[in-house]
């Protein structure tokens, strides 16, 4: 044992070429997220560009996150069998390609295809990139250096993506947001040989039927909830709410049961473990939900260019920048239960704040986000370390994997649930004027797009119908997350409080557990 932990003490620290690999991993990784938030603001063109209809447009932006959330436990299985370095090859590739074919989409149909392929695509590329990172940085510190940089990468990117957005619909159409991608995807192409390949010949079959039961419990899911906020609680949207949480269960029953599981269950025997999941899986479902809601509510209550709205949506996306980068310095002192704890608090404050802003409020709104940006930043910068300091050291690479599924599914959780939060909430605040469309009653877009074939008077009284139904569902939006934070709060510090600071550690409780151990 002593033997391992002179090893591990002279680990060999990473040099220029492994910190240039790693500028490389981070790209991908912020076009991934990235791509779930870059058509908030594209929506209401491509929407009236390809006659998409609510529940169209929903699944124009759902669908890409919860594809890559169900496949990303599957593509970390496949790069374990044929090499990651050759697993981002492919997925590098295959985006690129999917991106430059969701451009030109000419159908709702089209565009919801291209991004159910992105979102497979993507689902090779962040798992290769955390195990790659393992592999590359040795030295505990850098580890944890490195951890950072990916996870500030990925949440800017979610963050940034109404602002990139927005500057490209500013001057092209709606299809540059994703012609962005395929120059990202040749970078990280031809960085490849910086990159070490790695494959684990332990790593296990691939479980098909797992695979299958993993989508066949998430889809029904998203498709039950979409219908719910469509045709109210019918018979149908039950069914297929009951039906997913049944393949879920059999799909979790599987995975007890298998020698090499999609998802390796016995790590969430430790409650910390469980915690930093969850953390990040909801705050990751409230950041985007909220950032629809707010992204739309600049542009059609508002009435913002979209590049305007984008400049306006920068400012909270640098606010949570400075606090993710804040947070390693605060948790090498303070304990990770007060640090993600405290930032669930001020979450919590940024909402309630947001329930009181009304039509003309830009500037309380933007500062309100970056309250509650403020306080998410914690989790990008802390939740994947905590995740690793409470599961064995051989799991870490999983551990870190399946913070990022969690993630992912979080993410594409919040635009639906949320986002159908705040349409129904507009449909039942909504009193259509006499002699507007029905469809103005579907979604403000709709209210948007109807007005303008309206005489001045009926389109005027229809705006500010529309407008303050949707400021009533982005406060009943605020109240939720609200609530949801604060649970977050009281989940961190319950769960958490035995967590030491981690002083550019990324194993400091497996180290206090084997301290004993070696002095005995």
């Not at 989409?105 to 962040?126: D, F, K, N, Q, Y």
């Not at 955390?130 to 490195?146: E, H, N």
Request: with cysteine; charged share 10%; net charge neutral.
């Amino acid at each position: 044992m002593r033997s391992e932990d002179v090893t591990h003490d002279v680990a060999p620290r990473a040099g220029r070429k492994e910190w240039m690999g790693l500028a490389a991993l981070a790209l991908p990784t912020m076009l991934v997220s990235l791509d779930i938030s870059v058509l908030f603001l594209a929506l209401p063109h491509l929407s009236v560009d390809l006659g998409a209809n609510a529940t169209q447009q929903l699944w124009i932006t759902d669908i890409y996150g919860f594809m890559t959330a169900g496949f990303l436990v599957t593509m970390g299985s496949l790069g374990d069998r044929i090499g990651r370095r050759r697993l981002l090859l492919v997925g590098g590739a295959a985006f690129g390609l999917v991106s430059l074919v969701a451009a030109m989409s000419t159908s709702p149909e089209m565009l919801i295809v291209c991004r159910a392929l992105l979102g497979i695509a993507g689902a090779t590329l962040l798992p290769s990139t955390l195990s790659l990172i393992g592999v590359m940085f040795r030295d505990p510190k850098q580890f944890g250096q490195a951890m950072a940089v990916w996870g500030t990468a990925f949440m800017v990117g979610i963050a940034l993506g109404p602002a990139v957005g927005g500057a490209l619909l500013e001057r092209f159409w709606w299809g540059s947001v994703f012609v962005m991608g395929v120059p990202v995807m040749v970078l990280l192409i031809v960085a490849l040989p910086l990159l070490p390949e790695f494959r684990d010949p332990g790593g296990g079959r691939l479980d098909l039927l797992s695979v299958v039961l993993s989508l066949g419990a998430i889809l029904p899911l998203i498709y039950g909830l979409k219908a719910v906020a469509r045709d109210g609680w019918a018979a149908g949207p039950l069914v297929a709410i009951a039906g997913g949480l049944v393949v879920g269960l059999v799909f979790v029953r599987r995975q007890r049961v298998l020698e090499h599981p999609l998802f390796d269950l016995r790590l969430f025997r430790h409650r910390a473990f469980t915690a930093a999941v969850v953390i990040g899986m909801l705050c990751g479902s409230l950041q985007t939900g909220t950032g629809l809601e707010v992204a739309l509510f600049l542009q059609t209550v508002e009435g913002l260019s979209p590049l305007v709205a984008g400049l306006w949506l920068l400012i909270p996306s640098l606010v949570l920048i400075v606090s993710i980068n804040l947070t390693p310095r605060v948790a090498a002192k303070v304990r990770p239960a007060y640090v993600l704890g405290g930032g669930m608090l001020v979450a919590v404050l940024g909402q309630l704040l947001i329930t009181q802003v009304a039509v003309g409020g830009v500037i309380l709104l933007v500062v309100f986000l970056s309250v509650c940006y403020f306080g998410v930043g914690p989790v990008g910068g802390l939740v994947n370390q905590v995740a690793m300091a409470s599961s064995p050291p051989e799991k870490a690479g999983s551990a870190a994997s399946m913070v990022a599924t969690g993630g992912e599914f979080g993410v594409a959780l919040g635009i639906a649930t949320l986002g159908t939060l705040g349409t129904a909430v507009y449909r039942s605040e909504l009193v259509l004027p006499a002699g507007a469309p029905a469809v103005a009653g579907d979604s403000i877009n709709g209210a948007v797009g109807a007005a303008a074939g309206l005489p001045a008077g009926q389109a005027a009284e229809l705006l500010d119908a529309a407008r303050a139904a949707f400021t009533t569902g982005l406060h009943a939006v605020g109240a939720v997350n609200a609530i949801l934070f604060a649970g977050l709060a009281v989940l961190a510090f319950t769960q958490l409080r035995h967590l030491a600071p981690f002083a550019g550690h990324h194993h400091p409780e497996p180290e206090q557990e084997q301290e004993p151990a070696l002095t005995g």
